[in-house]
C-alpha cells in the first residue's frame, strides 16, 4: 500500500519537536442522538492520541484541544479528555472554535473568513 506506513516515511518524533500541538477531533462527528454511545470509545480514543503524542513529543509540548466551529455537542467529551490528561501531567488547554459563522454556502464548514479569524 503506498498510502500506508513504510520504512520510508515513519515520522521521526525527534526530528523536530513542537512548543505546541492544536487537535480538534470531533467537530465534524455528530456526537449527538443515536452516537451518544460512541462518547465513552471517542473519550478512550482521544485520551489515547493524546497519551501518545505527549510520550512521543515530550513533556515541554503543549496541547490545546478544539472545540466548535461546526459543533458544540463535544465540548464536554473535551473537557473531560483535558482533565485527564492534565491529571497525567499533560499540558491540556481548552481552544473554544466556538462562535464562528460557517456558512450554508459552505456546506456548514468554515470558510476563508472564518479560518482567518480562528
Known amino acids: 500500500d503506498p498510502h500506508g506506513t513504510?520504512?520510508?516515511?515513519i515520522w521521526n518524533f525527534t526530528s523536530w519537536i513542537p512548543d505546541a500541538v492544536v487537535i480538534?477531533?470531533?467537530?465534524?462527528?455528530?456526537l449527538t442522538g443515536s452516537r451518544e454511545v460512541l462518547i465513552s470509545a471517542y473519550n478512550a480514543t482521544y485520551l489515547d492520541l493524546v497519551k501518545s503524542a505527549a510520550v512521543a513529543y515530550g513533556e515541554q509540548t503543549h496541547f490545546f484541544l478544539a472545540c466548535g466551529p461546526m459543533s458544540d455537542a463535544y465540548c464536554d467529551p473535551v473537557r473531560w479528555i483535558i482533565g485527564q490528561a492534565n491529571a497525567m501531567g499533560i499540558k491540556a488547554t481548552f481552544l473554544?472554535?466556538?462562535?464562528?459563522?460557517?456558512?450554508?454556502?459552505?456546506?456548514?464548514?468554515?470558510?476563508?473568513?472564518q479560518h482567518v479569524q480562528m
Open 24 to 30: 480538534n477531533l470531533g467537530t465534524n462527528d455528530g
Open 6 to 9: 513504510t520504512a520510508d516515511n
Open 96 to 113: 473554544d472554535h466556538r462562535g464562528f459563522a460557517c456558512p450554508d454556502r459552505c456546506c456548514r464548514h468554515p470558510g476563508a473568513d
